[in-house]
C-alpha cells in the first residue's frame, strides 16, 4: 500500500490531520498533515494489556462490629450472670453467637467476591476478623477493636476479681460440724442456695441450735473458700 492509496478514505473524504498506524512499521505512528504524510514518526500509546481491576464493591461492616464487642458481652455474662450452670449455658451461647456473626458477614462479603472463612472465629474472633480485613482490603479498626474490647475484658477482671459459686450444702455440713465442735451437736444452718460472689462479698445464713436461732455471717475469699461468724 502506498502514501498515495492513503490520502483519501472510502466516499472521498479526506483524513483529518493527525497520528495514524504506520503503514509498515510496527507499533509505530505516523503523522498525517492532512495532504500527505510526513517524515514524522513516534511509538505507538502504550496499551494496558488488561482492564484495570473492577473496585471492590461496599459491604456493610455492621457484623464484624458486633464481634469485635463479643469480649465486652462476655464480660457482661461473667458478672451479671454468676450462677455457675447459667453463666456457662450464656456463654456457650455468645460462643455460638460470635461464630453466627461471622458467618453472616462472610455471606455480605461474598457479595463482594471477597472469601473469608467464619470458622476461625470458633478458635478466636481476632482470627477471623483480621483475615477478613487483610482479604477485603479494609481498615484494620475492626480487628483493633476486638483487641481493645478484649484489653478492657482483661482489666476489668483483673481488677473486680473472680467470680466463684459456693455449694450451699457443703457449706452449711461444714459450719454444722464447726458447731458441734464448739458445742452446739445438733444445729442446723441454712444458707443461700449455691452463692455466687467475689473477694470480700458477704452474705447471711442462720443456724437453728436448740438455745434458739444464731445468725450466720460468711465472707467470701480470693481463693474460692470462705470464713464464718456467728453470732
Not at 475484658?153 to 466463684?164: D, Q
Request: glycine share 8%; hydrophobic share 40%; charged share 15%.
Amino acid at each position: 500500500m502506498t502514501d498515495g492509496d492513503l490520502q483519501a478514505t472510502g466516499g472521498g473524504h479526506q483524513l483529518k490531520p493527525g497520528w495514524y498506524p504506520h503503514q509498515t512499521m510496527r507499533d509505530t505512528q505516523r503523522y498525517w498533515d492532512g495532504s500527505q504524510w510526513t517524515d514524522h514518526s513516534a511509538p505507538m500509546p502504550h496499551q494496558p494489556s488488561h482492564a484495570p481491576a473492577s473496585p471492590t464493591p461496599k459491604v456493610d461492616p455492621s457484623f464484624a462490629w458486633a464481634l469485635a464487642a463479643t469480649p465486652l458481652l462476655g464480660l457482661v455474662i461473667y458478672y451479671l450472670i454468676p450462677d455457675g450452670g447459667w453463666s456457662t449455658v450464656f456463654l456457650i451461647a455468645a460462643w455460638v453467637g460470635a461464630f453466627a456473626l461471622a458467618w453472616a458477614d462472610s455471606k455480605r462479603l461474598e457479595s463482594a467476591y471477597v472469601d473469608a472463612n467464619p470458622a476461625t472465629a470458633l478458635l478466636l474472633p481476632i482470627l477471623y476478623l483480621w483475615s477478613r480485613t487483610k482479604a477485603a482490603k479494609s481498615t484494620p479498626a475492626i480487628p483493633l477493636a476486638w483487641v481493645a474490647s478484649a484489653v478492657v475484658y482483661l482489666a476489668v477482671v483483673l481488677a473486680l476479681g473472680s467470680v466463684y459459686t459456693y455449694e450451699s450444702e457443703e457449706m452449711e455440713s461444714e459450719i454444722e460440724k464447726w458447731l458441734a465442735d464448739q458445742g452446739l451437736p445438733g444445729a442446723t444452718v441454712d444458707c443461700p442456695a449455691d452463692v455466687s460472689g467475689r473477694d470480700g462479698e458477704q452474705f447471711d445464713c442462720s443456724a437453728a441450735t436448740a438455745a434458739g436461732t444464731l445468725p450466720v455471717v460468711v465472707t467470701l475469699t480470693d481463693d474460692g473458700g470462705y470464713s464464718w461468724q456467728v453470732g
